[in-house]
């Protein structure tokens, strides 16, 4: 149990204490009229104050002193131990606490386990740790060690109330943080650090280091690869046979360079292999190593490294065109390579894996292609959101250009709406002009709860459905519960418009639980009529379900087929042909596209594609066509003619409200201005993006085909999209990947092959997960410019540097194959002794033991973690605030004694009453007496001060026989009687009785009449 104590932060000003003598002397004179009592609780509440007044200016504190220990046990969970290894480790700390842990004393236990981040696994209490199989706690990644994060962890999770201590079980390898310099700080904060170390137990291990490829490889030029590969073997020195394997790849080709048998009989092996370039693009290089015999390598995740290089030619453009009408876009391609601009085509079903791939072009030109397109659930492709966010990443962090060309199934009408593509664009792809009737209106009906994770993917897909419309559309989701159909939103009409509602409806489609419909009538009947009510040029409606409700009756069908609304249906499997039979007629009826989904990851591409028929107001085809014309002097519409050739139609769009937005090409109509691009530029991040609102050629630009400025139209406009790829500097770049950073080193000279200096260089780069890393260069010396950043997670990183305004930027690429948590290393025997060689303030310093395996286990434990060496914990709290409110009381009773007079010695009294014995029934028979006594005085004596005065007051003086005896024995009554009755024998009168006698026979006869009272109580019953 704890001590208690006070302690004071300015202990000098209780020197005033002395004050308290000084303030008796001085008021006890002054308060004497008081009276005692009240002068002296007046002097007692005064003095309080003064008191409790002084004790508030010292900073009076309590003191806990408590004698419990808190120990907390620190395990390394990273890949770096083998698993075998970790099971003991929780074995030992579990064991640990069960055998030294004192339960009289209070003492508590606490776990925490480590990777690359911390967790508590149990925080301090005061119990043994439970016996578990295995951790609970989610680390997140184990590929790094983080033992600074685990210190500073247990540092936060100690309670204030107790002595504590760290028992770290690790091998001492950090690969993330510094954990000494956070131990410094847990010894000077009196916290106690023991350390039980992990031996490296692995007797082989092979690690690919690196691919190395030369830092300026030339098209068509012969270089070298080489391969490094590190053996490790404790003991031995024997050669490790097994197989290399080097593949080159680019885009979705893959090429094997080297796959043959080589033996390791170096610690270091080196491996060249000839390689040559004949296309520019981003190349990846991946070497792989595996052994003949599995015994030789103890980690695989160290088999691998990987290496990235670009090599750069003339400007190449990627065109991504939609997969179901190939050659749509042969005319634009033809006129590109006659303008000597190299055009890869790239269907919408092959689409791009990474972000690396499209270094290969200056430029990507979306043509046409919708996000979703096909027509069954097999044949569905669609952009993901990955591949989505590589295209905007290439522009915006790579500086790529990235141009969308119109048609009916492109940008809004091709689902690209709400899209990270449409953040990049210059234009919005959605109509906010009510004037404009591009206005679609879509119902769904929602019943795949019997589908496995049902619930979840009608969530998705109607999520997914949702985020295609533009915010003048409508939209409302039918359900079935526990009332019957009912709308999720809107009401009873349930239709409403998304722009002002979209947020809202996404957080109630999360939140819906649909049931189990039975019938698809009433649901569709209420669709219909809500559909019919909604102001909308375009209605359509879908439909997911496993067919097992009641079909709808073939009146209602043809009623949707009257007012050409067209119902979608997919159909999931769970209820075999038949359901999926009525699902079909519903579709077939109606016009609309029957789906079977197989596969629930398929569905939100189903929606999607569906979705877009409510787009379909977007594609603007007026009657007599538009008449484009040159509205700015923009560099891509130079040189070209005034008069530009007619156009059938094109897609509709706002323009963003932004400064940088330029239109040099606007229609003719519609009349609002920021619905007439048809062609909008701006610059986005490091690239360019553009918009052509009107196809090629194929549909609405045929007189274009046939123009003279076709050519040199978008020639210019890809030229102007595409980033630099000449400069009249030279420039070369390294990278370098040491200790989880990359260092990225620029030389820059000019064509005289001077240094170039003062260059204002920006460079950026992208992880793995595609999110931008910042990358400052700063000029280390004449013409070389490093910068490095963090690189903990292993994949490609992109590098693109800009020297300058005007000049090609710099694009390479670095790649990190796996954390240092794989490489081979013994225990840090170094750290862990100076880890537990610290003295914590007011301690001794801790203890290391042998390494901990399975052997010592049971030696180990004798260690014990709960002995003494420590500060005992004190705890502190102010108490100065309750002294200013008890002061404060102390003083109002002060004033209250002073100045109100009342009987103070009432609680006393009241007391004292309290603490006498109660009494006894004969003692109330004698209060009763004394009382009838005491009455019978009174009556005595009124009658004999009535006799006086009539005796004084007669006005002849003359007498009356009158004998004051006989008059007094007539006022006692039944006294005199009482005593005649008791055989007193008394004379009735008494002559010669004065008024000097009066005094003495009053007595006398008071006391007969107790006597006879007594006498009387005191005879016995008579005998009847």
Known sequence: MGNISFSFEAPWLLLLLALIPLLWVTSFRSMAGLGPGRRLAALFFRSLVLLLIVLALAGIQWVWISNKLTVVYVLDQSDSIARAKRDIMLDFAIESVKAHRNNDREDRSGLIVFGREAAIEFPPYDDDLPVIRGLESYLGRTDASNLESALKLAAASFPEDSAKRIVIITDGIETVGTASGVAKSLAEAGIGIDVVPISFISKSEILVEKVDLPADIRQGQPFETRVVIQRFQQ??????????????????????????????????????????????????YRAEFVPDNAADDSLQQNNRADAFTYVRGKGR???????????????????????????????????????????????????????????????????????????VSNTEYVGSGLIMLGGPNAMGAGGWANTEIEKAMPVD?????????????????????????????????????????????????????????????????????????????????????????????????????????????????????????????????????????????????????????????????????????????????????????????????????????????????QGLPRELPNLKGFVLTSLKDSGLVQVPIRSSNPTEPENQAVLATWEFGAGRTAVFTSDVGKRWAGEWTSWSGYDQFFSQLV????????????????????????????????????????????????????????????????????????????????????????????TTGASVPFSDEYRVRGTNFALLEQLAQLEPAGGVAGEMTPPLDASSLQELLKTNTYRGGLPRAMSMQDIWPLCLLIGALALFADIFVRRVSLDYAYPFKWLVRRLQPRETAQDSDRKESLARLRSTKTEVSGELAQARSSTRFESDGST?????????GDAQGSAAASSTASGSKRSP????????????????????????????????????
């Open 235 to 284: 003991g031995a020195d024997e050669p490790v046979p097994g197989s290399l394997k080097l593949l080159r790849k680019v885009g979705p080709r893959e090429q094997v360079l080297f796959d043959q048998k080589v033996v390791l009989d170096q610690e270091i092996n080196v491996f060249p292999i000839r390689d040559t370039i004949d296309q520019p693009a981003g190349y990846t």
């Open 960 to 968: 009356t026989d009158v004998n004051p005896a006989q008059t007094l």
């Open 429 to 637: 792809f959605q109509i906010k002009n009510k004037k404009i009737e591009a206005v679609g209106a879509l119902a769904m009906i929602l019943h795949a709860s019997e589908l496995a994770n049902g619930n979840y993917w009608q969530k998705r897909i109607g999520q997914s459905a949702l985020e295609v419309l533009g915010p003048m559309d409508y939209c409302g989701v039918l359900q079935y519960g526990g009332l019957g159909d009912s709308w999720l939103w809107g009401g009873k009409t349930g239709m409403m418009r998304v722009g002002p509602n979209r947020t809202a409806m996404i957080a109630n489609m999360r939140a819906m639980a649909p049931g189990d419909m039975p019938d698809f009538g009433p649901s569709m009947g209420m669709a219909l009529r809500s559909l019919i009510a909604t102001p909308a040029s375009i209605k359509h409606m879908i439909i997911i379900s496993d067919g097992d409700p009641t079909p709808p009756p073939s009146g209602l069908l043809g009623q949707f087929s009257t007012a050409a609304v067209k119902i979608s249906t997919v159909a999931v499997g769970t209820h075999g042909q038949a359901g999926h039979q009525t699902l079909q007629n519903i579709a077939t009826t109606t016009g609309g596209n029957y789906y079977v989904a197989s596969n629930p990851t398929a569905l939100p591409k189903i929606f999607q594609r569906e979705a877009m028929r409510v787009s379909r107001p977007l594609v603007y085809e007026p009657e007599g066509g538009l008449h484009p014309r040159i509205a700015y002097p923009h560099e891509i519409v």
């Open 719 to 810: 030229r102007w999209a595409m980033r630099p790829t000449k400069s009249d500097a030279k420039f070369t770049v390294a990278t370098n990947v040491t200790n989880g950073k990359v260092e990225v080193v620029v030389n820059a000279l000019n064509q005289e092959d001077q240094f170039l200096n003062f260059l204002d260089m920006q460079a950026i780069a992208v992880g793995p997960d595609l999110q931008p890393i910042p990358l400052i260069m700063r000029q280390a010396a004449p013409g070389r410019y490093v910068g490095s950043f963090d690189a903990d997670v292993a994949g490609s990183y992109l590098i693109n540097a800009i020297p300058g305004p005007g000049m090609a930027p710099i």
């Open 317 to 391: 453009v990627l065109l991504i065109e939609d997969w179901n009408t190939p050659g749509e876009y042969s005319a634009l391609v033809e006129a590109l390579l006659r303008s000597d601009i190299e055009v890869e085509v790239q269907s919408s079903d092959q689409l791009f894996t990474s972000l690396t791939e499209l270094q290969a072009y200056d430029c990507v030109i979306l043509a046409g292609v919708p996000r979703s397109s096909g027509e069954s659930a097999k044949d569905i492709a669609n952009f993901s959101d990955e591949q989505i966010e590589m295209l």
């Open 989 to 1024: 009168t008494t002559p010669g009785l004065s008024q000097s006698e009066e005094p003495s026979g009053y007595t006398a006869r008071l006391l007969a009449a107790k006597k006879a009272a007594q006498s009387k109580k005191n005879d016995p019953p008579k005998q009847n």
